[in-house]
């Protein structure tokens, strides 16, 4: 195999990869990137066994072939080579030769053969997504899925697809147990092709997706099957296989009768909460709230540093009302919003709190209350 390459689209493959490729070495060949010859110029595809991504890059392909390397390793010399021009050329036992300017590498890897093939769904019914619509999905509720969670089915994000008349919606779910996100939006396209109209996505496939729509490059296609997910954007293919399992009945989280409403700034709230927080106990992050008329007071205390207490303005007209939360999942939660202005929606001290953003409607934050 021989071809010749643009450093920066070598790098852009490579760099698309890095954390889809497999480090703990449980399968050599997992933590190789396998780079193939292909019309248009060459391949480079990485995969966990769970993700699998794949991407044509624009290459002049004198020898067909194709050869696995290390992904750490050739994208540390990616990026360092001296010139803009690349030659990369594989000889007898996987060996490979990378010239650049003066520099010249070379390393061992392992043959194309050895990779794992990914799932093959080219032939599964494709509909078009609203690249934007999916991105805001998965940033604004991939925050509160969990992480290394017993309850496996949590540490996914809940998809579910729906066809309308004009359209589609989407809506996806994040949960912990201790804080819930959901967020439902209208978007383009025609949802009639899904088989399926519900999935868990793994929460690190969901955060690969979002990297490469952070690109904004080209269209978005989906295709959903029993096992598998599949994404197509231009000449990438991203392939991650679901969690099996019963997602929670998230809707019977949120609370209907919350009667208490409170308005704020949220970059106020946000200030004051983080300041509060800094003497709040590390292992829970615990912040008391007292809201009364036209105020609301933060404070935290720690028996080991001291206290914190602030008090800022806040649209509320109910009594006196005392709750504590953890101020982490409020920071997440308010993160991702958007919009100036916030409302929290709460009932009494034991009783968990919504969080929506002024303007932003089919968007909600839940977070559980904590004993202070």
Not at 28 to 43: A, D, F, Y
Not at 171 to 178: E, F, I, L, Q, Y
Not at 180 to 188: G, S, T, V
């Amino acid at each position: 195999m021989r071809f010749r390459i643009k450093k920066d689209e070598l790098l852009k493959g490579l760099s698309r990869v890095q954390s889809v490729a497999d480090r703990r070495n449980t399968m050599p060949v997992l933590s190789n990137v396998l780079i193939q010859s292909v019309e248009g110029g060459i391949s480079i595809t990485a995969t966990d066994l769970e993700i699998g991504m794949r991407g044509v890059y624009a290459a002049e392909v004198e020898e067909p072939g194709g050869i696995t390397l290390s992904a750490r390793k050739l994208y540390e010399i990616a990026r360092e080579l001296p010139s803009e021009d690349v030659l990369v050329e594989s000889a007898e036992n996987n060996w490979a030769t990378i010239k650049s300017g003066s520099a010249v590498f070379k390393f061992s890897g392992l043959a194309a053969e050895e990779f794992p093939a990914l799932p093959d769904m080219e032939g599964a019914g494709f509909i078009d997504m609203d690249a934007h619509a999916m991105r805001d999905l998965i940033r604004k509720t991939i925050f509160a899925a969990g992480d290394n969670d017993t309850r496996y089915v949590l540490n996914g994000l809940f998809m579910t697809v729906s066809s309308e008349a004009g359209g589609m919606k989407l809506t996806v779910v994040g949960t912990d147990g201790h804080r819930l996100a959901i967020l439902a939006k209208q978007a383009d396209g025609d949802a009639s092709a899904l088989e399926e109209t519900s999935a868990i996505i793994p929460k690190k496939s969901a955060a690969e997706l979002k990297k490469l729509l952070d690109e904004g490059e080209g269209s978005l296609k989906m295709s959903l099957s029993k096992n598998h997910i599949v994404f197509k954007m231009d000449s990438l293919y991203m392939v991650t296989r679901l969690i099996e399992g019963n997602y929670p009945n998230y809707e019977q989280v949120v609370p209907a009768d919350n009667d208490k409403t409170v308005g704020v700034d949220k970059a106020n709230f946000v200030s004051a909460l983080k300041r509060v927080s800094l003497l709040s106990r590390e292992r829970t992050n615990a912040v008391k709230f007292t809201f009364d008329a036209g105020k609301a007071v933060l404070s935290s205390q720690n028996p080991e540093v001291g206290e914190a207490r602030e008090e800022m303005d806040a649209d509320y007209a109910g009594g006196e009302l005392e709750v504590g939360f953890n101020a982490r999942y409020l920071l997440d939660a308010l993160s991702a919003m958007e919009q100036d202005k916030v409302t929290l929606l709460l009932k009494d001290t034991l009783s968990p709190c919504i969080i929506s953003p002024v303007g932003e409607e089919g968007y909600r934050c839940v977070v559980m209350p904590m004993r202070i």
